[in-house]
């Protein structure tokens, strides 16, 4: 009875080993996986974007923002196009138009304002969203055309003057590789005079809603 149960112990053993074996096989050596430094770098980056915007431009302050005398606030657009240097630095060129500032008093007296501007734009991105603060500074064009008032003709005027834009905004994205945002940018005219206007300094608010598009270039493009 002894021998038995010594051999049903010993075939048990040598089961529960069979088993283990089957359970584990010897596995063959795995290669390593890659690290982050061995993949390959991207072949396409983000070079900059180009943007249309459209929105309000609002005179304030002085004789060109005077509540009674002063003129309305006009439809305006902007077109834009930045290179970025990194993620965070960019620079570019802007041109905007606003082309119907109305007098509050002179009903027939408007003033068409345009610009032309370089700039530099520093970004800030949080996840998907990005805020940013703009400066800008060049040419800004205005003229008047021809009105009549009380009786009296007066002829158009019009004039160039330096000027800068200094603002903010935000961008998120939206559709098919496009972002959309809004940006709040105040514009000054250093000197807005000519034969008919003399309004020294000219303040405006711009509120606009931009689309950006992203311009992506292949790696060692210049």
Known sequence: MRKLALAAAALLCASALAAQETASPNLPNLPDLPGLEDLPEPTRYLAGYVAAAGGWSAPFGGHWGDGSSGFKPSQAFSLSALRRVDEV?????????????????????????????????????????????????????????????????????SGSSAGMNLGAGVSYPFWFGTRLGVDLRWHRIFNMKGSNLKLDTADSINAMVVLHYGVWRERGEK
């Open 89 to 157: 630095l960019g620079y570019g060129l802007e041109s905007g138009y606003a082309w119907n500032h109305l007098n509050r008093d002179v009903a027939a007296l408007k003033v068409k304002v345009f610009y032309l501007t370089p700039f530099v734009r520093v970004s800030f991105p949080s996840g998907e969203t990005v805020y940013y603060g703009t400066l800008g500074a060049g040419v800004y064009q205005w003229s008047q055309p021809a009105y009549e008032a009380v009786g009296t003709r007066y002829p158009s005027d």
